[in-house]
């Protein structure tokens, strides 16, 4: 199996990950899981070898049990945080690049089933959310950019240091 694009450097590590934007009547499809309170994004880490494209595909189909395509980038998103797995990266500061790309979503799309974290332990439930739901959900541009969602390519910047 290829490697995840997971590197550490110095004391702390860089990722590249992709995200899945997929949206159906005014809500966004989250992921959730057993370990933690927040939300976050359909998606993973790229593997090497994988264009970013190829990356969303697959963790889509992964996670959803649908193989979508993709319809256009959305954001390019640059992210510095303390990372939160313990024994992986716990109180590691994480340099991220994600690439989150809006999906082509048919008319009867419905996750299927649950999937597992790259941990193998931590079943994961896919959830609709809308702009205005108050859980805690990451990346947090997504309630302010996918309620009036545009075609240009967007890069972000998120500094948790």
Known sequence: MPANMTVP????????????????DGKFLMAGNERDDY????????????TAEEAVVREVEEETGWRLEVDRLGFAHENYFYGDVPGVNDGKLVYEVSFYFYMKVPNDFEPRGESRTDDGRVREAMQWVSP????????????TE???????????LTDER
């Open 9 to 24: 450097c110095d004391r702390g590590i860089i990722n590249i990950r992709v995200g899945a934007i997929i949206l159906k």
């Open 39 to 50: 939300l976050y994004s359909v998606g993973g880490r790229l593997q090497f070898g994988e």
């Open 132 to 143: 205005d739901d108050p859980r805690t959900i990451y990346p947090e541009f997504y309630r």
């Open 146 to 156: 996918l309620a009036n969602p545009v075609r240009t390519v967007k890069h972000i």
